[in-house]
């Protein structure tokens, strides 16, 4: 298990070994930094009751960030139907019950005010904050509660929200549901709405060699 200080630097390497530019390019800027780090293909863990048995499953969460000239990074993130049709039940690493999450959300950051030192201020943010946060400029999310018999899915609009993705520290509930995944990658996602609706998943990256998808 990889304690904070090693994931910064390892984040830190990765990041920075990506980001730079080719001889005469402009810096990246502080969001793109922040895009390339927050994006990949991540897997949450779930526990799911069928036939009367726990049964651990995964879900799919898609971070993407997308190049736009001239201005930041468009990002998205992706709540994959983890589809728990029998299910009685799903919760948890701690025994809370957990609906199935489907939808797409569109993410933004403010711009810096000092591009300059873009380079700095990411370091200086991953070293003290442990992560990021992003403004939800648009999206609903169906959640839907697993149980026997099924119950329709709530709409939540998350437009005005926050989306905050933060590094995992050693002995919390986030730590110990992703003890069992090897990964260099593991980020605690958490999303509140406007109204207070507020969702929280350990993610883990199980690529082997972590390859963003801003260009």
């Avoid at 990765?14 to 930094?33: C, D, F, K, Q, T």
């Avoid at 400029?137 to 959640?143: A, M, Q, R």
């Avoid at 593991?186 to 969702?199: C, D, N, P, R």
Wanted: hydrophobic letters at 40%; one cysteine or more; proline letters at 9%.
């Amino acid at each position: 298990m990889f304690g904070p200080n090693v994931l910064v630097r390892v984040l830190l390497g990765l990041v920075l070994g990506l980001v730079v530019p080719a001889a005469g390019s402009a810096e990246p800027s502080l969001n793109e930094r922040v895009a390339l780090w927050s994006a990949g293909s991540f897997r949450s863990p779930v526990h799911c009751e069928i036939d009367g048995q726990l049964i651990r499953g995964i879900r799919r969460v898609v971070i993407r960030a997308a190049a736009v000239p001239g201005r930041d990074p468009g990002v998205e993130v992706e709540f994959v139907d983890f589809e728990p049709e029998d299910a009685t039940r799903c919760i948890d690493a701690t025994g809370a019950p957990l609906p199935n999450v489907v939808g797409r959300l569109k993410l933004r950051r403010e711009r810096s005010r000092h591009p300059e030192t873009a380079q700095r201020d990411f370091k200086r943010a991953l070293q003290k904050k442990k992560g990021f946060s992003y403004r939800v400029i648009s999206g609903t999310l169906d959640l839907q509660a697993v149980g026997d018999p099924p119950v329709p899915a709530r709409q939540v609009d998350f437009s005005g929200g926050e989306l905050s993705l933060s590094l995992i520290f050693p002995a919390t509930d986030a730590q110990r549901a992703l003890v069992d995944f090897p990964s260099e990658r593991k980020i605690l996602l958490t999303l509140e709405s406007g109204s207070g609706q507020v969702i929280r998943m350990p993610l883990f990256d199980p690529a082997a060699v972590w390859q963003p998808p801003l260009r």
